[in-house]
């Protein structure tokens, strides 16, 4: 069988008969990597967001929105910092 990487380090081209003899991941990886490999999505937060639906002024809106991308997790911000200064 021809070598994957030649003398100066460089990889080959795969070819049809490499492919053909490629194992799914599942048969050759230790099934604690595939159970981490297979969990897809985001990774899961100690502290997870809630989806709600809030009607805001648009002018509130419209001034996160300016200060561009991250603007919701400013406005988030900004309500934490609210509720520290008025205990419930």
Known sequence: MK???????????LTEEDLAKFKPAAEVLPASLMAKLNRGGRPVS???????????DAEV?????????????????????WLATHPQ
Not at 46 to 56: A, E, G, I
Not at 66 to 73: E, F, I, M, P, R
């Open 3 to 13: 070598q994957l990487i030649d003398d100066e380090g460089e990889v080959r081209e």
């Open 46 to 56: 100690d502290n997870p967001k809630v989806s709600t639906t809030v009607r805001f």
């Open 61 to 81: 809106i419209n001034a996160f929105r300016a200060t561009g991308k991250g603007w919701q997790t400013r406005m988030n911000n900004a309500l934490k910092e």
